[in-house]
């Protein structure tokens, strides 16, 4: 079974305040993805990376940032949240190669910025 | 681009009765089509996917979709929903060539009534 962690469950942060939230996967995919859910807009894509080091940007990376020096982790950084930024955060991982698999998710951080 | 369009927001429905969950999709090339269920809490798991061949399409838990290219269409079934069922389910699109970013609906809540 495939296994995606996400360091918090739930993250009170100031106005401000660099914040970061943590993906650990355990299968060795090679794509990872950080979303953000919001009621009545769905998932929407912030970041995705298809390999160390590398990342491409979503359809909202505005105000984000991420990092993956391990094929495992996959961090989402907000150098200075905002209150607009208060959303449930999703990390998903993938398989790579030319064929199509599932998308894994965690549990999900919910994230209120005060 | 591609676009996801789920038509209720909320459904309502007895235990035992039948329900379908709409999902329209747009895009100018062949996509792959997912539908996946998110429980109180939790994170996002696959239901079924439709990638290729019949258009009916078996998933887990009792539900169906069915393909209509015509309609451009991906609408969730199942004959007789139970109180277990109660979540947000939501349709995800991926094209061909992009396989990897799944785009998502903004998510149907299916409350089951006793």
């Known amino acids: 079974d495939v296994k995606v962690t996400q360091s918090s469950r739930y993250l009170v942060k100031r106005t401000g305040e660099k914040v970061f939230l943590e993906c650990v996967q355990d299968m060795d995919h090679e794509n990872m993805f950080w979303y953000r859910q919001d009621p009545g807009l769905g998932l929407r894509l912030i970041y995705f990376s298809y390999d160390v080091k590398m990342k491409e940007k979503g359809d909202i990376p505005e105000g984000y940032s991420v990092s993956r020096e391990k094929k495992e982790r996959f961090s989402l950084i907000l150098e200075s949240a905002s209150t607009n930024q208060t959303s449930m955060y999703l990390c998903?991982?993938?398989?790579?190669?030319?064929?199509?698999?599932?998308?894994?998710f965690g549990q999900g951080t919910r994230l209120t910025v005060v | 681009a591609q676009s996801v369009t789920q038509l209720d927001s909320q459904v309502p429905v007895f235990e035992e009765a039948p329900v379908e969950l709409r999902c329209n999709y747009s895009s100018s090339v062949s996509v792959y089509l997912f539908w996946y269920v998110q429980y109180p809490n939790q994170g996002l798991q696959l239901l079924l996917k439709?990638?290729?061949?019949?258009?009916l399409v078996k998933g887990i838990n009792g539900f169906e979709a069915e393909f209509n290219k015509s309609q451009t269409s991906f609408h969730l079934r199942k004959p007789s929903v139970h109180i277990s069922d109660t979540a947000e389910y939501f349709c995800a699109v991926s094209d061909r060539g992009s396989a990897r970013q799944l785009t998502f609906g903004s998510g149907t809540q299916l409350t089951v009534l006793p």
């Open positions: 439709y990638l290729s061949g019949s258009t």
């Open positions: 998903a991982t993938m398989l790579g190669g030319g064929g199509v698999t599932e998308a894994f």
